[in-house]
């Protein structure tokens, strides 16, 4: 069973960047894939990348492809989600997820969730 904990969030400008990570419990981080997930006010939760186990493949929304990077470090049990150029429809709380098997884009395929942190773009 996996803990998750996420950090980083704050309230930034538009075009400004913030590294978000998620930080799991447990002896066994390598075996999940890692998703990031976020919910606007009024909206519902949407996909935002997700990252293998191994870190070689990576899958991303439409709408943050060439401005998020996520990653992870196996070793420190952290994944992360590098946000560049962050516009004011970015404003969300972010949460992290964690699988065991293959990369999924849709939450309720996630088994463990953290408790999200708040990202505030002001325009």
């Given at each position: 069973q996996?803990?998750?904990?996420?950090?980083?969030?704050?309230?930034?400008?538009?075009?400004?960047?913030?590294?978000?990570?998620?930080?799991?419990?447990?002896?066994?981080?390598?075996?999940?894939?890692?998703?990031?997930?976020?919910?606007a006010?009024?909206?519902?939760?949407?996909?935002?990348?997700?990252i293998?186990q191994?870190?070689?493949?990576?899958?991303?929304?439409?709408?943050?492809k060439?401005?998020?990077?996520?990653?992870?470090?196996n070793?420190?049990?952290t994944?992360?989600?590098?946000m560049?150029?962050?516009?004011?429809e970015d404003?969300?709380?972010?949460?992290?997820?964690?699988?065991?098997?293959?990369?999924?884009?849709?939450?309720?395929?996630?088994?463990?969730?953290?408790?999200?942190t708040?990202?505030?773009?002001?325009?």
């Open positions: 996996a803990q998750l904990v996420e950090s980083g969030g704050g309230l930034v400008q538009a075009g400004d960047s913030l590294r978000l990570s998620c930080a799991a419990d447990g002896r066994t981080f390598s075996v999940y894939a890692m998703g990031w997930f976020r919910r006010p009024g909206k519902e939760r949407e996909f935002v990348a997700a293998s191994s870190a070689l493949t990576t899958i991303y929304a439409d709408s943050v060439g401005r998020f990077t996520i990653s992870r470090d070793a420190e049990k994944a992360y989600l590098q560049n150029n962050l516009k004011s404003t969300a709380v972010y949460y992290c997820a964690a699988r065991i098997g293959g990369l999924r884009a849709v939450a309720n395929e996630y088994e463990y969730w953290g408790q999200g708040q990202v505030t773009v002001s325009s």
